[in-house]
């Protein structure tokens, strides 16, 4: 297993904020991302809801569904999987999986192949760096 090239670096805002239910598996809390960035070499525009559960021992595990925008209009749908560590107040560093489907010829290489990633959340705002996994 190797961590591949860089394919793509986002920056976000959080657009919307939703606590949930516990339904018994601890705090829950759904968010609403807006990014802009580059991804296989295209500027997108990605906009991704997820939703953060806080474990026992402070961890949270998180789940999410997005979709992505070219510059020229071209898409892909993905889902995620990661876990959250808390960095101080209202801060979060995340590690992950994206698995992507698309038709768009810009984004075809993302077809087939898991997507790591690594956040920085910080009073709403997210920087993002995404990587292929060889």
Known sequence: MMLGEQIGELNGQTISTRVLEDIGRG????????????????????????VGTIRPGGTVAGNGNGFVVTASGQTATFTGHGVGSFTGPGQLTWRGALFYETTSDELSSLNGIAVLFEYQVADGKSEGRLFEWK
Do not use: F, I, K, S
Not at 27 to 38: I, L, N
Not at 40 to 47: I, K, L, P, W, Y
């Open 27 to 50: 705090p829950r809390t759904e968010v609403t991302d807006h990014q802009v960035g580059t991804l296989c070499g295209a500027q997108v525009d990605v906009t991704v809801t997820y």
